[in-house]
């Protein structure tokens, strides 16, 4: 790893761990084990920092989601089937730093437009995983479900990551009632 990508994976460390009111350049700085004049060198503004990290978060993000969508493309699927695979999916991820930190980062996003082009990929990973897995399951039109499939995964994840508990209705239920309700 270069020392670029250490401190951007630092910045979204500790945007996991403080928020992004916690991002110092110190703190970066001895999180990724460079020297100070290394991040002024390589991000000459927070924003940028920001950014970037946003961007590789988003790249990561992108490769994982294409070969979950590739694992789903091929095979048979049912509603059912799709759903109990998003949920066992969501019950098997850690709440991990990352991503707390890209939850921050959408936030940001809000509130300074600079960040907007970087969550605007971040989305379009998951935009396309959505419609790979509605499209293999015959929804017509999947591009019409993309939204709220993304929004309602969003959500659960974020009410268990507030929470700390699964949501009262599993995230295979909502799914199904969703996408079933959406071919009526």
């Excluded at 929804?139 to 995964?153: D, H, Q, S, Y």
């Amino acid at each position: 790893m270069n020392t670029r990508e250490a401190i951007l994976r630092a910045a979204l460390r500790v945007i996991g761990e403080q928020g992004v009111a916690g991002l110092t350049n110190r703190r970066i700085c001895a999180e990724a084990g460079v020297a100070l004049g290394s991040l002024t060198y390589h991000f000459p503004s927070q924003t940028e920092l920001l950014r970037q990290a946003m961007l590789l978060f988003a790249e990561d993000e992108t490769r994982r989601l294409a070969a979950l969508a590739e694992e789903h493309r091929a095979g048979e699927m049912t509603v059912e089937r799709a759903a109990v695979a998003v949920d066992a999916v969501l019950e098997r991820m850690p709440l991990r730093v990352d991503e707390i930190a890209s939850l921050e980062l959408f936030l940001q996003a809000g509130r300074d437009p600079a960040l907007r082009d970087a969550t605007t990929r971040c989305f379009a990973a998951y935009d396309e995983l959505a419609v790979t897995i509605l499209r293999t399951l015959g929804v017509n039109a999947p591009e019409r479900l993309t939204g709220p499939v993304v929004a309602l995964v969003m959500g659960l994840q974020l009410r268990r990551l507030a929470t700390g508990a699964a949501p009262a209705t599993p995230a295979a239920d909502a799914l199904t009632m969703l996408v079933r309700g959406a071919g009526r």
